[in-house]
C-alpha cells in the first residue's frame, strides 16, 4: 500500500522549532518531487515548501523563507521539514505529498497520496 505518515507535530511556542517528518511506505521518494503544505482552520490548503526529484533543489512559501529548511534521507525514505522562529500564524495542520513533473507548489491540487497530516500549534 503506498502510503505517506506525517509524524512531529505538536504545541511549542512562539520562536521556538519543530521537526516535522514524511515518511514513504509502498514506493520510494526517489523518482517524486516531495512537497510540504498546511491548511490553518478556515483557509485553503497551502504550499510550504518542496524538494525536486531532479535535483534535489528545494523551494519555499515567501512566508517561511529563511526559516523553514526542507531535507531527505533516502536511506529511511524519510523528509524532514525544520521549522524555525515559528509563529501563531504557523499554525496549522501540516501534509506532506508527492508529485512528478514540475515541483509547483502553488497547485497543491496536482499533488497526491497524501498523509493524514500533523497539527502544528504555536502560541503567542
Known amino acids: 500500500e503506498v502510503q505517506l505518515v506525517e509524524s512531529g507535530g505538536g504545541l511549542v511556542q512562539a520562536g521556538g522549532s519543530l521537526t516535522l517528518s514524511c515518511t514513504a511506505s509502498g514506493f520510494s521518494f526517489d523518482n517524486y518531487n516531495i512537497g510540504w503544505f498546511r491548511r490553518a482552520y478556515g483557509r485553503q490548503r497551502e504550499g510550504v515548501s518542496c524538494?525536486?526529484?531532479?535535483?534535489?533543489?528545494?523551494y519555499y512559501a515567501d512566508g517561511v523563507k529563511g526559516r523553514f529548511a526542507i531535507s531527505s534521507d533516502n536511506a529511511k525514505n524519510t523528509v524532514y521539514l525544520q521549522m524555525n522562529s515559528l509563529k501563531p500564524e504557523d499554525t496549522a495542520v501540516y501534509y506532506c505529498?508527492?508529485?512528478?513533473?514540475?515541483?509547483?507548489?502553488?497547485?497543491?491540487?496536482?499533488?497526491?497520496?497524501w498523509g493524514q497530516g500533523t497539527q502544528v500549534t504555536v502560541s503567542s
Open positions: 505529498a508527492v508529485k512528478k513533473g514540475e515541483p509547483v507548489l502553488a497547485t497543491p491540487a496536482r499533488w497526491y497520496n
Open positions: 524538494m525536486s526529484s531532479v535535483d534535489g533543489k528545494a
